[in-house]
């Protein structure tokens, strides 16, 4: 008789990572559960809940297609160029915030911006990122939760990030998520979210546009050692 493999357990922080959602989403889903048909708890790690991450994919994958995925967006050049207010309309949202949101809140579930426009005064500079209609094109057909499980999204090339560099430098997700060793920028907000990395609660700064989240490169490493002492 075959041995039952050990079921691969997540968190609502590690789901809402994958899914472009919020834990608290998440939470309210298993709390609607009975209308909602969200998977059951299948243990707890302190107080936070644990699904088998196998029974979540399926229920994602089976949720009745919402309005978005119905959403034909207009047909323009694909090498245009959209903000974020103009690429959240293109997909569908009512929330002309909602894909500046992704970024800022779910570092990996959206496509970095094209071209970030250098804008404003010496004194009071600011950053305008912009998308390809491509691109959005392409993460519409290929996003998490999109009804398309039998297509594996590649996660986004984390950067080649030096270990040996100015340690007072910022760096951001994605370049903490290469330094930490981390396969993609996803599984480290997860790491994040569910208190993996006590040393980057505490962030360095944030960006003046879109407020992401950077750290030292020195708190970084820091980090990086505490885990390799574990």
């Known amino acids: 008789m075959a041995a039952q493999s050990t079921p691969h357990l997540v968190e ?10 919020t834990p608290a989403r998440i939470s309210a889903l298993y709390l609607e559960r009975e209308s909602s048909g969200f998977p059951e708890a299948v243990g707890h790690r302190g107080r936070a809940r644990q699904w ?9 994958a089976q949720r009745k ?17 959209l903000t974020g207010a103009q690429a959240s309309r293109f997909l569908g949202y009512k929330n002309p915030q909602q894909v500046n949101t992704y970024v800022r809140d779910h570092p990996g579930y959206f496509p970095d911006p094209d071209v970030v426009e250098e804008l404003g005064t010496a004194e009071r500079p600011y950053r305008r990122p912009k998308w390809r209609v491509q691109t959005l ?9 999109s009804g398309k499980r039998s297509i594996e999204r590649a996660a986004p090339a984390l950067p080649d990030v ?24 996803n599984s480290f907000s997860s790491s994040l979210g569910q208190g993996n990395l006590p040393l980057l609660k505490t962030v360095d700064a944030t960006s003046e546009k879109g407020g992401r989240r950077r750290w030292t490169r020195r708190r970084i490493l820091e980090q990086a050692a505490q885990r390799k002492a574990k």
């Open 12 to 21: 609502a922080a590690e789901i809402a990572a994958e899914h472009g959602l």
């Open 52 to 60: 088998d991450k196998s029974d979540v994919d399926q229920w994602f």
């Open 137 to 145: 094109l392409d993460w519409k057909d290929t996003r998490p939760g």
């Open 65 to 81: 297609p919402p309005r978005l995925l119905k959403h034909k967006p207009p047909k323009l050049d694909p090498d245009e160029l």
């Open 162 to 185: 030096p270990v040996d560099g100015d340690p007072d430098e910022l760096l951001g997700a994605s370049q903490a998520a290469a330094l930490l060793g981390f396969k993609s920028v």
